[in-house]
C-alpha cells in the first residue's frame, strides 16, 4: 500500500477507527461467495486492500477511490450498520440518499474539515461528507463504487454487485450523454470571446492562448480531464512519419491517439509562443502537456477546470450580447450561452466523439481512438451524429 495515503481502515489511532477495522475484519455478510477467492481475502479490508493495490501506480486515481471507499466505509460502520460484503441494492440507494442529504448530522458531517493534520496524522474533526455532494460528485462516487463491486465479483469474493444497472438507468445516462458536447458554433464563439478579452488586456495574453490551447487539446484529441493534466510532451511520438499522442488511460491502459495536422499547426504555435527550444515536442520531452507560466509545471486538474470556466463564461457573455442585438434569434443565443455555463472539459470529449463519427470514422477506430472499454459507450456518438430526425419530420404540417 503506497504511503501517500493513509487508508482509515489501516488506522488504530482512535477508538472511532479501530471500531471501523474490527467491523470491516468481522464474518463477511451474505453476499461472500463460498470457498477461496483469487484474491486470497479472508475479510472485507482485505478485499479493500487487494482493490486498491491495484491502482498503486496511478497517483489520482488512487486518491479518488480511496476516498469513495472511506466515504462508504464510515457510512457503513456508523450509519447503517453493516459490512462491505453485507450491503444490498436498497443499502446503497440509501447511501446515495445520504450523500446528498447526509442527515441526520453526524460526526462525519458537517462543515468541511482536512482529512490529515499537517504532521501526517488522522484528523478526528476530518468530516469526509461535508454538508452534501454535487450531482456530479454523486454520480462518480457511486460509478467508483460500481468498479469496485465489479472487481469484488470478479475475484470471486462477493457473489454479486449490489449496485447492478438496470436498463432504464442505462437508458437515462444515455440520454444525458447525447446532450452534453459543444457544437463547433459554440467552441469557435468561445475562441472568440477569448480574443475580444485579449484586445481588451494585453497583459492577459498568455492566460488567453493557454487557455485556448487547453481548448483545442481536448477538441482535438479527446482526452479525459485527468489524462491532460498527467502527461507530457514528450508523450507526442512520430511513427513512420505520422504523429501520434500516447496516452495512459483509465484503468492503466495504453492508446494512441492520432494527431491531424490540423492540431499539429496548434500545437506548434503554442510552443513557439512559450519559448519551447523547438516548434515540435523533442523525444521524451519532459515539458508538461499543459504547463503553468514557469514552463515547468503542470497545471493541475482543478485549475484547468476554473480556466475553461472562465473561457465558457466569456463565451456565454457574447451570446447574450448577441442575443440583445438581435431579438429573433435571442432565444437561441440565450440557449446557447445557458449550455455555455454548464461546459466542462467532458464536455469537449463529447465533441470529438461526435465529430469523429461525423468525419465517418468507422466505430471501432472511434472506440480505439477514446479508449473506451465497450463499444455501447462508443455508440452514443453515433446516435448523436446520425441523429436525423428534426429534419425527417419537418414535412409535418396542418397546410394543405
Known amino acids: 500500500m503506497q504511503d501517500f495515503i493513509k487508508p482509515i481502515f489501516l488506522s488504530n489511532e482512535s477508538s472511532d477507527f479501530r471500531e471501523l477495522n474490527q467491523r470491516l475484519s468481522k464474518t463477511p455478510g451474505y453476499n461472500l461467495k463460498d470457498g477461496a477467492n483469487m484474491i486470497k481475502a479472508g475479510n472485507d479490508a482485505e478485499a479493500i486492500k487487494s482493490f486498491l493495490i491495484g491502482y498503486q501506480s496511478s497517483k489520482l486515481t488512487y486518491q479518488s477511490y480511496l476516498k469513495e471507499l472511506e466515504r462508504l ?6 450509519i447503517q450498520k453493516v459490512t462491505i460484503s453485507d450491503l444490498s441494492y436498497d443499502d446503497l440507494v440509501a447511501y446515495r440518499n445520504f450523500l446528498e442529504h447526509p442527515t441526520p448530522k453526524h460526526i462525519w458531517c458537517g462543515n468541511k474539515r482536512s482529512k490529515t493534520k499537517k504532521n501526517g496524522e488522522i484528523n478526528t474533526e476530518w468530516r469526509a461528507f461535508g454538508d452534501g455532494l454535487s450531482p456530479s460528485s454523486i454520480k462518480k462516487s457511486m460509478s467508483i463504487l460500481d468498479c469496485f463491486f465489479n472487481y469484488l465479483v470478479q475475484t470471486q469474493y462477493l457473489n454479486g454487485n449490489p449496485l447492478s444497472v438496470n436498463k432504464r438507468r442505462k437508458q437515462r445516462g444515455f440520454t444525458q450523454s447525447m446532450e452534453r458536447w459543444l457544437e463547433k458554433e459554440e467552441i469557435n464563439t468561445t475562441l472568440e470571446a477569448l480574443d475580444n478579452y485579449c484586445e481588451t488586456d494585453k497583459t492577459k495574453t498568455l492566460h ?3 487557455a485556448k490551447y487547453i481548448i483545442l487539446t481536448l477538441f482535438y484529441t479527446g482526452l479525459r480531464l485527468a489524462e491532460l493534466s498527467n502527461h507530457v510532451m514528450g508523450n507526442f511520438t512520430l511513427i513512420e512519419n505520422q504523429w501520434y499522442l500516447k496516452v495512459i488511460g483509465k484503468g492503466e ?3 494512441n491517439i492520432v494527431v491531424v495536422d490540423e492540431y499539429l499547426d496548434i500545437l506548434s504555435k503554442f510552443r513557439v509562443a512559450i519559448d519551447c ?3 515540435l515536442p523533442g523525444f521524451e520531452e519532459k515539458t508538461p502537456l499543459i504547463p503553468a507560466l514557469d514552463h515547468s509545471t503542470p497545471v493541475q486538474r482543478r485549475r484547468i477546470d476554473q480556466i475553461l470556466k472562465w473561457a465558457f463564461e466569456l463565451a456565454a457573455l457574447k451570446y447574450e450580447r448577441m442575443a440583445a442585438q438581435d431579438i429573433n434569434e435571442s432565444h437561441k443565443y440565450l440557449h446557447r450561452a ?11 470529449r463529447h465533441s470529438y466523439g461526435t465529430y469523429l463519427v461525423k468525419s465517418g470514422c468507422p466505430i ?4 480505439a481512438l477514446m479508449g473506451h472499454a465497450d463499444i455501447s459507450t462508443t455508440m452514443i456518438y453515433v446516435h448523436i451524429a446520425k441523429n436525423d430526425l428534426h429534419t425527417s419530420a419537418q414535412g409535418l404540417t396542418l397546410r394543405e
Open 73 to 78: 466505509i464510515l457510512w457503513c460502520s456508523h
Open 208 to 210: 488567453v492562448l493557454r
Open 253 to 255: 491502459k495504453p492508446r
Open 277 to 279: 527550444f523547438t516548434p
Open 338 to 348: 445557458s449550455r455555455l455555463r454548464k461546459a466542462s472539459a467532458h464536455w469537449l
Open 364 to 367: 471501432e477506430k472511434v472506440k
